[in-house]
C-alpha cells in the first residue's frame, strides 16, 4: 500500500522558517515528479512546488517563488520543502503528492495519483 506522510508542519511566527518533509512508503518514487499543494478552507487546493524525478527541475507557485526551495533525496524516497520568511498568508494544510506516470512533475493537482493527510502549517503575524 503506497503512502505518503508529510511532517514538519506547526506555529511560527512571520518571517520564521520551517522545513517539510514527505516521506514515500509502499513503493519507490524515485522516476516521478512530485509536488506539493496546500488548501486553506473554504477554497481550492493550491499548486505551491514540483519538482522532476532528478530533482533538477522544479516550478513555483508566483506567491512562493524566492521563499520556498522543494528538492528530493531519492535514496529516502523523500521530498522537501523548505519554506522561510513565512507570511500569515502562507497558513494552509500543505500536502504532498506523487505522480505515478509523469517524471516531470506538474502543476496540475489532478495529474497526482498520491497524496499525503496534510500537515498543518500556522503562520501568525
Known amino acids: 500500500q503506497v503512502q505518503l506522510v508529510e511532517s514538519g508542519g506547526g506555529l511560527v511566527q512571520a518571517g520564521g522558517s520551517l522545513r517539510l518533509s514527505c516521506a514515500a512508503s509502499g513503493r519507490t518514487f524515485s522516476r516521478n515528479g512530485m509536488g506539493w499543494f496546500r488548501q486553506v478552507p473554504g477554497k481550492e487546493r493550491e499548486f505551491v512546488a514540483t519538482?522532476?524525478?532528478?530533482?533538477?527541475?522544479?516550478y513555483y507557485a508566483d506567491s512562493v517563488k524566492g521563499r520556498f526551495t522543494i528538492s528530493r533525496d531519492n535514496a529516502k524516497n523523500t521530498v522537501y520543502l523548505q519554506m522561510i520568511s513565512l507570511k500569515p498568508e502562507d497558513t494552509a494544510v500543505y500536502f504532498c503528492?506523487?505522480?505515478?506516470?509523469?517524471?516531470?512533475?506538474?502543476?496540475?493537482?489532478?495529474?497526482?495519483?498520491?497524496w499525503g493527510q496534510g500537515t498543518q502549517v500556522t503562520v501568525s503575524s
Open positions: 503528492a506523487a505522480d505515478r506516470h509523469l517524471a516531470s512533475g506538474s502543476m496540475v493537482s489532478d495529474d497526482y495519483d498520491y
Open positions: 519538482i522532476n524525478w532528478t530533482g533538477a527541475v522544479a
